[in-house]
């Protein structure tokens, strides 16, 4: 068969192509294979965060090939970048030092977002590209390196810190916390800042000293500018200035003597140590026998109790005196026992003071009164006032609270504020002689947010002057008149010998009365009626816990003492 030429000569030209494209494509495969940009390691998978407060265990798939690894930690993103490191990264690694698929990193900051990436690397393979977490990101766990400050590291003017000893941080901000907004939000004074040792870090602790007493205050620890704690501290309560200050340690006490030295002054401040006892009693001035202990003339004096665990204990074995004119005469943050003196005051001799006052106080197992004006002599007093506080146990020995049943005598003003009156065993107030024709000058007595409880013995009155229509105004305010000291129940029915107020007729406003609340005379109108007994409404009055459990009672009415 003869063949076309052109035919020919077209045949001859395919093959010719089919020859070099296989050619062609042989080489292009051949240089595939040794190209060593694709000679490289494979990235970590499976990268998973377990994060702790300052640290994060990290762990990955590790892939045959990989003699190392390096992890790359920042706060802003990782995704999407190339492959450089970021300037301001946390780095581990570079130096070959991480070996297997697990790696933790410490020294981080806590209560914060880190984006984490890792790669693998070899001395002879191109470095695998950067393998990320699934999410990219992890939060580490917050945390909180200052201990709670307790009582005894907070004084007057210090507060004492202490947090784990080398931790790592820098300084200390702290700033007087000055209430809150209207969303509830802090408010602050002005921020200040302490720089911390070498000593400070070695040892966690440090001390912030020149604050204010009574104010609290948020303490915040930094590692840099990142917070590593905060606590809110309350100072001490503030030491009452005076011209001189007498200090008792635990074995000390307070003398005639050493009341003496200070006669000249005009005021003084007797502090007692927290947690601490003192026993009290004065000398007699003509037998020099153990006495009640005399407050020199002229002198105004404040007994201080210093905050701490427990409130200083003074066992009064004799009665205070007052020896001649005096501007005020405190008592702070104490408890006060009975300890044979019957009285605290038992005042039989000419003296004055403005101001005679109870802060914080407890009075305890006093058998007659607390105050007792004596023997027709001209004393005065123009406020005496219980702020705050708790007297238990009162009246024993068939004396009133307060005595002044005389017209020499001169109280303008008596007030209770937040106060409990738990078991007053005889006359609640007497401003008047047996006969009920001579009475004190007292022209107020108030209660407001009181709370009174197992009060005024057989036939014994709250407030007495004599005769309905005499004596102060008297006022309830807030208050809860609670069971009275000879209320019985029969057959449901509550009875009392104990009875009201003989003089004026009190005014009353938002105050409450319970059903074992109740006087046998002299009961007086407006109190509101809780329909419930003391035990209903108090957590557990006999053990004088007079916190409110009845959570549909009003807010705001009695006594609250923390």
Known sequence: MKLNNKYMMAMSGAFMLLAASTLTSCNDINDWETDSSYDRLFSPTGLSASPDKTDVELTWKAYPGSDYYVVELSTDSLYGLNEEIRANSLVFGQDASITSSTYTAINLNSDTKYFVRVKACSDVTTQSHWGYLEKFSFNTKSEN??????????????????????????????????????????????????????DN??????????????????????????????????????????????????????????????????????????????????????????GGLIIPAGMSITFYGAEGDSKAVLNMEKEVIMGGVHGYIRFVNLNINDAGAQYLFNQGADASANEVSFTNVTLNNFARSIVRFKDSKAITVDELT????????????????????????????????????????????????????????????????CTLYNYI??????????????????????????????????????????????????????????????????????????????????????????????????????????
């Open 201 to 290: 870090i070695a040892n966690g602790t440090a001390t912030i000293t020149g604050l204010k007493g009574s104010t609290g205050y948020q303490i915040t620890i930094l590692n840099n500018g990142h917070k590593r704690g905060t606590r809110t501290a309350t100072t001490r309560m503030e030491l009452p200035e005076a011209q001189h200050i007498i200090r008792l340690a635990a074995g000390e006490t307070l003398t005639q003597d050493s009341l003496n030295k200070y006669s000249s002054l005009s005021s003084v401040t007797v502090r007692f140590a927290d947690a601490t006892e003192y026993n009290i009693v004065g000398v007699d001035p003509n037998t020099g026998d153990a």
């Open 386 to 449: 219980f702020d705050n506080c708790a007297v238990n146990n009162q009246g024993s020995g068939n004396y009133a609270f307060i005595t002044l049943d005389g017209n020499t005598y001169t109280v303008t003003s008596i007030k209770f504020n937040n106060t409990i009156l738990n078991t007053l065993r005889h006359n609640g107030i007497l401003m008047h002689k047996s006969s009920g024709s001579v009475l004190a000058n007292v022209d107020n007595i108030e209660f407001n947010n």
């Open 457 to 562: 013995g057989d036939g014994r009155y709250l407030v007495d002057a004599g005769k309905a229509g005499l004596g102060p105004n008297v006022t309830f305010n807030n208050s809860i008149l609670a069971k009275t000291y000879t209320a019985v129940v029969d057959n449901e029915v509550w009875s009392s010998k104990s009875r009201g107020v003989r003089g004026q007729t009190p005014v009353v406003e938002n105050s409450y009365m319970t059903v074992d609340g109740i006087f046998g005379s002299n009961a007086f109108k407006g109190c509101q009626s809780y329909a419930g007994t003391s035990d209903d409404l108090f957590t557990n009055p006999t053990a004088g816990d007079f916190s409110i459990k009845d959570s549909r009672f009003e807010d705001g009415i009695g006594a609250v003492i923390e």
């Open 145 to 198: 390196i200052l201990n709670s400050i307790p009582a005894s590291d907070r004084g007057e003017d210090f507060i004492v810190l202490t947090w784990e000893a080398g931790a790592a941080a820098t300084h200390i901000t702290y700033a007087e916390v000055l209430g809150s907004d209207e969303a509830g939000n802090t408010l602050l004074g002005d921020l200040q800042t302490i720089d911390l040792t070498s």
